[in-house]
């Protein structure tokens, strides 16, 4: 049944929505979605076309049991506005965020740019949200019981050293509606927001999250998402940091802010400006960000491997690079909604 689907969306959707800026089409499809599934019975049959139930793609991790282990990954329902419209795409877990703890703006317009040339997207959102607030109250009304990544930062108006505060407060907030936590330090587009992935703010963070979370009743799985810009020697850094924190696992990666290699001219690269590139060009360096880490991190530490699947086959690679679970976002643009289920269906095929 998806096959149709994909080729609709290759030759004619994608081309149309192509048109247009890319943050408006985005906004668009979420107000399509949610016209449309007020039809009745369409949910359930966009359900039926692109849901994959089979006990095989089951994890049990985290303390979790994911029905599969595709997601979606943050910045793509940043305010928990479409979970329930996500879900009938057969999804095994969502990602909101990332959430700061005071609605903010972000960057200014335009600050998506397509790279069609490479299957890639360079984005400089800078942290646009409603805050955490907002997305508490629309969680409580969720209707699918989906398992939630919250993926927490720090505002922009926040300095460095009072960011641990932010985390703190939207771990806090969040905590009964989440499944699982995300603190981000790797954005490129919050200014100097890497640099608290140092060996020294790092560790003070986690530690003061992982106080926090000992400090109740029922912990929750806490998730460290890195750059994949870090040297060896940040990355052995930063497993060292995991293990003394005990966190249960880390996310690699965000995206890149290196342009090497593209078929996009370097005039239009230019033109674009700064901003994290996510597609297909990550898609190598984040699958040996997971192999490194796998390696010094051992088998017990839970790793969700994320950057540049834009086939079935790339998704296949990542876990066997050794991530536990994965995530898409540009692969899901590229793609379009049939691409979670040709995933899930290639995991079943390759029995992994
Ligand atoms: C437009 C856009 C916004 C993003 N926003 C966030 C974000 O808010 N927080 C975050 O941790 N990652 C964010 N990301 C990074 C993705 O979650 C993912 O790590 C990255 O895009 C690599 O995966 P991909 O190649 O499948 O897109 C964003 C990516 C894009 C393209």
Redesign the pocket.
């Given at each position: 049944m998806h096959k149709p689907f994909t080729v609709l969306y290759k030759y004619l959707i994608r081309p149309l929505l192509f048109l247009f800026d890319p943050e408006k089409v985005h906004l668009f499809t979420i107000k399509l979605l949610s016209i449309l599934y007020k039809i009745p019975g369409l949910h359930l049959l966009v359900s039926k076309m692109f849901v994959v139930k089979n006990k095989k793609l089951e994890r049990n991790i985290l303390g979790l049991t994911f029905e599969n282990p595709v997601g979606l990954?943050?910045?793509?329902d940043?305010d928990a506005t479409m979970i329930d419209l996500l879900v009938p795409f057969g999804f095994g877990y969502l990602?909101i965020?990332?959430l700061t703890p005071k609605p903010q703006p972000g960057n200014e317009k335009p600050r998506?740019f397509r790279l069609p040339k490479d299957q890639a997207?360079i984005?400089r959102?800078g942290?646009n949200?409603h805050g955490v607030e907002e997305a508490i109250a629309r969680l409580k009304k969720r209707k699918s019981n989906i398992i939630i990544g919250g993926?927490i930062?720090k505002n922009k108006v926040t300095d460095n050293e009072l960011a641990i505060n932010d985390y703190e407060y939207s771990f806090e907030a969040l905590f009964d509606v989440v499944d699982y936590f995300?603190v981000?330090v790797?954005?490129p587009n919050t200014p100097n927001l890497r640099e608290l992935q140092n060996k020294e703010p790092l560790t003070n963070l986690l530690q003061r999250l992982q106080d926090r979370n000992n400090a109740k009743e029922i912990r929750k799985p806490i998730l460290l998402?890195i750059a994949p810009d870090l040297t060896d020697s940040e990355l052995l850094d930063i497993v060292e940091i995991v293990k003394a924190a005990k966190i249960d696992g880390i996310?690699a990666?965000?995206?890149t802010v290196e342009r090497q290699g593209l078929l996009t001219g370097p005039r239009e690269i230019a033109a674009f400006g700064a901003g994290?590139l996510?597609?297909l060009p990550?898609?190598d360096r984040?699958t040996g960000v997971i192999k490194f880490m796998r390696h010094h991190l051992g088998d017990k530490i839970c790793i969700i491997g994320?950057?540049?699947?834009m086939t079935p086959a790339d998704a296949l690679e990542k876990l066997k690079a050794g991530a536990n679970l994965i995530?898409?976002?540009?692969?899901?643009i590229y793609n379009g909604p049939a691409f979670v289920k040709k995933i899930n269906q290639a995991i079943l095929n390759a029995d992994l």
């Open positions: 990954a943050a910045g793509f940043k990602e965020g990332t998506l997207l984005n959102m942290f949200n993926n930062g995300v981000n790797s954005s998402k996310i990666t965000n995206t994290g996510s597609g990550l898609k984040s994320v950057g540049g699947i995530q898409i976002y540009t692969g899901f």
